[in-house]
Nanobody, 128 residues
Framework: QVQLVESGGGLVQAGGSLRLSCAAS????????MGWFRQAPGKEREFVAA????????NYADSVNGRFTISKDNAKNTVYLQLNSLKPEDTAVYYC?????????????????????WGQGTQVTVSS
């Protein structure tokens, strides 16, 4: 099973930026669709962004569209999430997921059940 390690979280003021990274093990990373989800205290985990295995297509939640950008570097086995124009409501633990098993053939890319490997998460805190 692929191992995922997120990094790049931290404390930032509203309007600021962060770049999250998710490094993956495995030799077939280019085959995996990758997604970012987040979970705020007391709330359910929600979809943020996802990209196809090639990195050529992306999907975003309405709440982050135009502010966040997902990218995938298959040479580095890493997926990134650039967070711009951050708002206090973006405060959450951010998780990356990998669709190693091809569940994307059956489920939508914005659903948690599509992803069969998860990282431990990285905390993003946006102060007002």
């Amino acid at each position: 099973q692929v191992q995922l390690v997120e990094s790049g979280g931290g404390l930032v003021q509203a309007g600021g930026s962060l770049r999250l990274s998710c490094a993956a093990s495995g030799r077939t990373f280019s085959n995996y669709a990758m997604g970012w989800f987040r979970q705020a205290p007391g709330k359910e985990r929600e979809f943020v962004a996802a990209t196809a295995g090639s990195g050529g297509s992306s999907n975003y939640a309405d709440s982050v569209n135009g502010r966040f950008t997902i990218s995938k570097d298959n040479a580095k086995n890493t997926v990134y999430l650039q967070l711009n124009s951050l708002k206090p409501e973006d405060t959450a633990v951010y998780y990356c997921g990998a669709d190693q098993g091809g569940r994307g053939r059956f489920f939508a890319i914005n659903q948690q059940r599509t992803y069969d490997s998860w990282g431990q998460g990285t905390q993003v805190t946006v102060s007002s």
